[in-house]
Antibody, heavy 117, light 107 residues
Framework: QVQLVESGGGVVQPGESLRLSCVTS????????IHWVRQAPGKGLEWVAVIWYDGSNKVYADPVKGRFTISRDNSKNTLNLQMNSLRTEDTAVYYC??????????WGQGTLVTVSS | DIQMTQSPSSLSASVGDRVTITCRASQGIRNDLGWYQQKPGKAPKRLIY???TLQSGVPTRFSGSGSGTEFTLTISSLQPEDFATYYC?????????FGQGTKVEIK
């Protein structure tokens, strides 16, 4: 079954860190770029970051640049998002999504990150 | 950075209506645009990529058009399962950017 499954969300205080994971199955993970997209409660979709299929390049949205790090382990079909110095405005559901045919064709179910004091 | 302006932000329509949603890019993005549908509590689902190519399994009542800076998603005959929020996404250059979304509600 082709799928992406996120995990690692939770409640943290401002300034703390959290690491999200996205485990994939059913496709050749090492052939695809993978993205993170987030959605604050009641708000629209926001693109966060991308990592190339081989990990050779990474791009971040300005709001997370310098605080978030995207990485992947192709031997484990896993994508990670290390989130440091979290802020209340980082509160959102975080989705991982596969890039294919120029766009995001396959999405996980999302994991909720809440940053609150 | 490219900004995407989507309109309207919401609309009310009846089953069987023709619905049109527009996205405007702040600069030319060729045909590098997709459309996504999201239902409450669910992950987005891609409907269209490269402006007008229908994702496999998506009903043909959905269509996309445009190029450059102006793009349109059309639902030719709205069905009950189409009530949802729709987003455009430009993938021409990084950072990728979504439109603000259009919530399609039942009239």
């Amino acid at each position: 079954q082709v799928q992406l499954v996120e995990s690692g969300g939770g409640v943290v205080q401002p300034g703390e860190s959290l690491r999200l994971s996205c485990v994939t199955s059913g496709f050749t993970f090492s052939s695809y770029g993978i993205h993170w997209v987030r959605q604050a409660p009641g708000k629209g979709l926001e693109w966060v970051a991308v990592i190339w299929y081989d990990g050779s390049n990474k791009v971040y949205a300005d709001p997370v640049k310098g605080r978030f790090t995207i990485s992947r382990d192709n031997s484990k079909n896993t994508l990670n998002l290390q989130m440091n110095s979290l802020r209340t405005e980082d509160t959102a559901v975080y989705y991982c999504a596969r890039e294919a045919n120029r766009g995001l064709d396959l999405w996980g179910q999302g994991t909720l990150v809440t940053v609150s004091s | 950075d490219i900004q995407m302006t989507q309109s309207p932000s919401s609309l009310s329509a009846s089953v069987g209506d023709r619905v049109t949603i527009t996205c405007r890019a702040s600069q030319g993005i060729r045909n590098d645009l997709g459309w996504y549908q999201q239902k409450p509590g669910k992950a987005p689902k891609r409907l269209i990529y490269d402006t007008s190519t229908l994702q496999s399994g998506v009903p043909t009542r959905f269509s996309g058009s445009g190029s450059g800076t102006e793009f349109t998603l059309t639902i030719s005959s709205l069905q009950p399962e189409d009530f949802a929020t729709y987003y455009c996404l430009q993938h021409n250059s990084y950072p990728w950017a979504f439109g603000q979304g259009t919530k399609v509600e039942i009239k």
